[in-house]
């Protein structure tokens, strides 16, 4: 079983940056992609970014050219960088690590940390 711990949520003015972390600890050698999920109030979940254990990204239109996904092998460790931000970025971040080469919402989850940006 994999563990996922977010952190680096917060609240921001737009225009502003964040950055979330995402540690994974457990039975991580079955993990081929980590990525990130957002769920607006009132939304459904959707995926934000991920990258593949050969650090193959990808990314929703919706954040292209202002988020930056990364990770650190050593530390198991996933990041969002999230510059520009705005309002419709409101939400709660999941992490999420899976088997397959693109997260799936039948992988395993982080517990989600806030991103309030205000306008």
């Known amino acids: 079983q994999v563990q996922l711990v977010e952190s680096g949520g917060g609240l921001v003015q737009a225009g502003g940056s964040l950055r979330l972390s995402c540690a994974a600890s457990g039975s991580i050698f079955g993990i081929n992609s980590m990525g990130w999920y957002r769920q607006a109030p009132g939304k459904q979940r959707e995926l934000v970014a991920y990258?593949?254990?050969?650090?193959?990204?990808n990314y929703a239109d919706f954040v292209k050219g202002r988020f930056t996904i990364s990770r650190d092998n050593a530390k198991n460790t996933v990041y969002l960088q999230m510059n520009s931000l705005r309002p419709e970025d409101t939400a709660v971040y999941y992490c999420?690590?899976?088997?397959?080469?693109?997260?799936?919402?039948?992988?395993?989850w982080g517990q989600g940390t806030q991103v309030t940006v205000s306008s």
């Open positions: 990258i593949t254990n050969g650090g193959s990204t």
């Open positions: 999420n690590a899976d088997k397959f080469l693109r997260p799936t919402p039948f992988g395993s």
